[in-house]
């Protein structure tokens, strides 16, 4: 196969990788607490028909500045999460809670594993249990008493009730923060929720506001962290990146037609 074909084709699958990434950036522009993605990418291996630095001539003391070496396209590494804090939108809502700060919440799933999420659009289910949008419990559990008149939750994560006939304030729950060394390396399972990896770290798990867990803000949400101005730039430039490659595979052909024409 013609190498200009072959390395031509490898940056149409790339671009074509980069565009799908942009778009699921634009999708979930408006997703709570979505974490954009960036494609990323890697040369791949290069044949070596000099090697720089060889010996130039006879002489020993005579060497190549610079090698002979042809690459052989790209390819798509892998997206990385850009876990860049989001703007915080006030809803005023009581369950509604913004991560100000590093940290995850935690929730369980229908087997009793831990997943993290940075949505802190909480709701109440039947038996008063804090849940998630999609129905899992918070970890720890917190119930709120079907009486309550008011729901207060502070910055360090207590969750205080009011309840008929009384002034004071009691507290039935603290939530706790997940905080993880390399949070890129969460994988993201749909549902605005991560599992942990080998990649990611062990969770440490600490009240927020201590350590490097981050604050609590009741009545507000946090928004996708999306620049829709960049990612539009982007795939301006991948759309027009993939026209250049195209254009190389039609040069490439077009000079082998002329060579088979001419032969």
């Known amino acids: 196969m013609n190498r200009a074909l072959y390395v031509a084709k490898t940056g149409l699958e790339a671009q074509q990788f980069r565009l799908a990434a942009i778009s699921n950036n634009l999708a979930n522009a408006n997703t709570y607490a979505y974490k954009t993605g960036r494609a990323e990418f890697n040369d791949l291996l290069y044949q070596n028909v000099r090697q720089p630095g060889a010996q130039a001539t006879l002489e020993e003391s005579s060497t190549l500045p610079s090698g002979l070496q042809l ?37 369980l799933d229908q087997e009793g594993n831990i997943m993290y999420t940075r949505d802190g659009s909480f709701q109440v289910n039947q038996n008063g249990d804090i849940v998630t949008s999609s129905g899992y419990l ?62 990611s770290g062990a969770p440490n798990v600490n009240n927020p506001q ?14 996708s962290n999306v620049n829709t101005v960049e990612e539009l730039i982007g795939m301006i430039e991948a759309q027009r990146t993939y026209e250049m490659n195209s254009k190389a595979i039609s040069a490439a052909d077009g000079m082998m037609q002329y060579l088979n024409n001419n032969t």
């Open 138 to 199: 918070l970890e720890p559990n917190i119930n709120i008493p079907i009486e309550v008149t008011e729901i207060s939750i502070s910055r360090d994560g207590g969750v205080f009730v009011t309840l008929p006939g009384d002034a004071a304030q009691n507290q039935v729950g603290q939530l706790e923060v997940a905080t993880f060394i390399n949070p890129a390396g969460l994988e993201s399972i749909g549902g605005n929720f991560y599992m942990e990896t080998t990649a």
């Open 71 to 107: 690459g052989t396209g790209v390819k798509a590494i892998g997206v990385q999460k850009i876990h860049t804090q989001g703007n915080i939108m006030v809803t005023e809502n009581q369950l509604d809670i913004a991560m100000d700060g590093k940290g995850f919440f935690q929730a």
């Open 210 to 223: 201590t350590a490097e867990a981050g604050a609590i803000i009741q009545g507000a949400l946090e928004a």
